[in-house]
């Protein structure tokens, strides 16, 4: 690779990261400025999956120690692949589901609009919301090495995951209670992606806060569970078991 290719990565990196900030400083303003740049549904689908890319190689790095307390190392694509797999269906799935409670609250969301604006709302928020989480996902992640250490099937080891300890330590505790500010943080993305998605489809914020609710509620949480599951699986999977070393 030559000095003019290192450039244009560098560049092309640059813009990209630079896209990622305009979006969080400004999401309302950039939503209004990606929608019209776009005339097809195509494009706009194409931008709101380069978004999401971008998302979570930021993420992807984020991660990167607790990725690294499991074994799992940055080249291994044999886990990269299904996890990038499953976090973008994950994301597909949960627009398709905010898409449909649109269109039931009478709503008239058009699948690649909502996909963009999700894209530079909810998606360009997640990276900021895997540090505020790095407390419970710190514990998720011990959980998941000490099931491996030990030998337990996946089962046994979701179950261990929610369970409640017995004799909770003082860092279980503060977890707990992290979680629940977590909570409350990460409603934050969805109250912009409504009042976004308010003034695109020139709706009460109410309106698509009542929908999001339905939508969520009915549709979202079997493949919400279904895609987090799979998504520990292959954390599970890849795991390097330190005690057969």
């Given amino acids: 690779m030559g000095i003019d290719d290192i450039k244009k990565t560098f560049a092309s990196v640059s813009d990209l990261l630079s896209d990622w900030l305009r979006f969080l400083r400004r999401p309302f303003a950039s939503c209004e400025q990606e929608l019209s740049s776009q005339s097809t549904d195509d494009g706009?689908?194409?931008?709101?999956?380069?978004?999401?890319?971008?998302?979570?190689?930021?993420?992807?790095?984020?991660?990167?120690?607790?990725?690294?307390?499991?074994?799992?190392?940055?080249?291994?694509?044999?886990?990269?692949?299904?996890?990038?797999?499953?976090l973008f269906l994950s994301f597909l799935s949960?627009?398709?589901?905010?898409?449909?409670?649109?269109?039931?609250?009478?709503?008239?969301?058009?699948?690649?609009?909502t996909f963009l604006i999700q894209a530079i709302t909810l998606s360009t928020y997640t990276p900021l919301l895997y540090i505020i989480a790095y407390p419970s996902n710190y514990r998720v992640m011990s959980v998941l090495k000490d099931a491996k250490v030990r030998h337990l099937g996946f089962g046994e080891t979701l179950q261990a995951m929610f369970a409640q300890p017995i004799h909770p330590s003082a860092y279980d505790t503060a977890t707990q209670a992290y979680?629940?500010?977590?909570?409350?943080?990460?409603?934050?993305?969805?109250?912009?992606?409504?009042?976004?998605?308010?003034?695109?489809?020139?709706?009460?914020?109410?309106?698509?806060?009542?929908?999001?609710?339905?939508?969520?509620?009915?549709?979202?949480?079997?493949?919400?569970?279904?895609?987090?599951?799979?998504?520990?699986?292959?954390?599970?999977?890849?795991t390097v078991d330190s005690s057969s070393k």
């Fill in 179 to 238: 979680a629940g500010i977590f909570m409350f943080l990460a409603i934050v993305p969805v109250a912009i992606f409504a009042e976004a998605a308010s003034r695109h489809y020139a709706v009460k914020r109410s309106r698509v806060l009542s929908s999001l609710s339905f939508s969520t509620v009915v549709g979202g949480i079997l493949p919400s569970a279904i895609l987090s599951a799979l998504y520990f699986f292959v954390i599970y999977t890849f």
């Fill in 44 to 86: 706009k689908i194409k931008r709101a999956v380069s978004i999401w890319v971008t998302s979570f190689i930021i993420s992807l790095i984020i991660l990167l120690p607790l990725y690294s307390l499991m074994g799992i190392r940055l080249e291994n694509l044999e886990f990269q692949l299904p996890a990038c797999v499953i």
């Fill in 94 to 113: 949960s627009c398709a589901v905010i898409h449909v409670g649109l269109r039931w609250s009478k709503i008239d969301s058009q699948f690649a609009d």
